[in-house]
């Protein structure tokens, strides 16, 4: 994959840090590292870990703390 064409994968999935806005510094990794790419990295996660423990059919190691996670999704 070409560097701009990962680029352009990200831009649709992080929103860019605030401290880089008005900047000429690029998208990837500068713009990435912030609230949104932060964000987007652990909610994939999750996700990711969620979908094995269904395929696997056993009960995740968080489940205690599921309802805390709530607000980990994707935007899809």
């Known amino acids: 994959m070409s560097p ?3 680029q352009d994968e990200l831009r649709g999935k992080i929103k ?4 880089f806005e008005f900047t000429s ?11 949104g790419g932060t964000k987007w ?5 999750f996700e990711f870990a969620t979908e094995v423990y269904r395929l696997l059919n056993i009960k995740p ?3 205690h703390i599921i309802k ?5 999704t994707t935007s899809k």
């Open 4 to 6: 701009k064409k990962f």
């Open 16 to 19: 860019p840090s605030k401290f």
């Open 25 to 35: 510094n690029p998208f990837y990794p500068d713009k990435c590292l912030g609230y």
């Open 41 to 45: 990295a652990v909610s994939t996660s």
């Open 61 to 63: 190691d968080y489940s």
């Open 68 to 72: 805390d996670l709530s607000e980990l």
